[in-house]
């Protein structure tokens, strides 16, 4: 193999190392400017937006034993990697698609399963880490509040009345 060609699937390689997940996309209609747009939202999530061959990309992630991209890699493709919260790019992706009515995401590998662009739409409709989290801690103190108040309203049943004086 050329080392031209070397070089270029290693760099593949190693932009699909930096996360567990990895969200092919269709750039064809997609401005320079926009690109910088785009990479500048996904900057906030720690994600990062390359352009890559497909050939290489094929490559690179047979090597690292990723699921079968074949059926996608056709015409441009971009990929999107990087960051811990995979639906908060999900969530960049798709309202960069709303806004500016481009960027096609053809598909996504979480865990080293395949993902649909309708299931990554999906998971961009999910609230985000910390709104989940304080959902959560929202459910476990109003549960626990209405457990100490049962409790509490139990033990003041069974109390005798105090005699009046």
Known sequence: MRAEKQYLISEVETHLKKSDYVILANFTKVTVADVADLRKKLDAEKAEFHVVKNSSLRVAAKALGLPELDASLTGPTAIVVGGKN???????????????????????????????????????????????????????????????????ARVKKEQPAAPAA
Do not use: C, T, W, Y
């Open 86 to 152: 995979s639906a908060g790019v999900a969530k960049v992706l798709k309202e960069f698609f709303k806004e500016k009515q481009k960027l096609e995401v053809k598909v996504g590998v979480m865990d080293k399963k395949l993902i649909s662009a309708a299931d990554l739409a999906k998971i961009a409709d999910l609230p985000s880490f910390d709104a989940l989290r304080a959902q959560l801690l929202g459910l476990l103190k109003s549960n626990a509040a209405a457990f100490v108040r049962v409790l509490d």
